[in-house]
């Protein structure tokens, strides 16, 4: 599921998300820098309304249901973006064939043609992930303005 949200409302689901205990609305004021608490209470509505944060008992909002979107993923508590694993991914790799460089050249090439094939499937399934979530996105908008 996609979230279709404003990105001042992301904000402050990704920040509920983070706080499992569950955050009040002046928390969310002051730690995301909202002018007002009526300025949250109306992100707060709008993830109501959505059915992804519900209001316990003593005034604080929590996460009902945890979705993110696809540029996205919780790792340990916190939302990160897909692109720091990538990123980690090849200067860990880098490191590795610097050390291999030394050692044997051999095992070097090796490791970097492994690298690469992983970055080609990885790359491609991204891409046709996000080539077909494109199209049924015009089919659907079709399909509405047809109606």
């Known amino acids: 599921m996609q979230l279709n949200l404003s990105e001042p409302t992301k904000k402050v689901y990704y920040y509920i998300l983070r706080n499992k205990d569950g955050v009040t609305l002046k928390q969310i004021q002051e730690d995301l820098g909202f002018s007002s608490t009526s300025a949250v209470r ?4 709008k993830l109501k309304s959505a059915g992804l944060i519900q209001e316990t008992y003593d005034g604080k909002f929590v996460v009902k249901k945890v979705v993110l979107d696809d540029d996205y993923i919780l790792f340990f508590n916190y939302v990160l973006p897909k692109s720091v694993f990538f990123a980690s991914f090849f200067l860990t790799s880098f490191i590795i064939l610097t050390l291999l ?34 199209m049924r996105e015009i089919r659907r908008k079709v399909d509405n303005e047809e109606d």
């Open 42 to 45: 109306y992100h707060i509505n």
């Open 101 to 134: 460089y030394k050692l044997d050249t051999t095992a070097m090439e090796v490791f970097s043609a492994i690298v690469v094939l992983m970055a080609g499937i990885v790359f491609a399934l991204d891409s046709v992930k996000r080539y077909t979530k494109f």
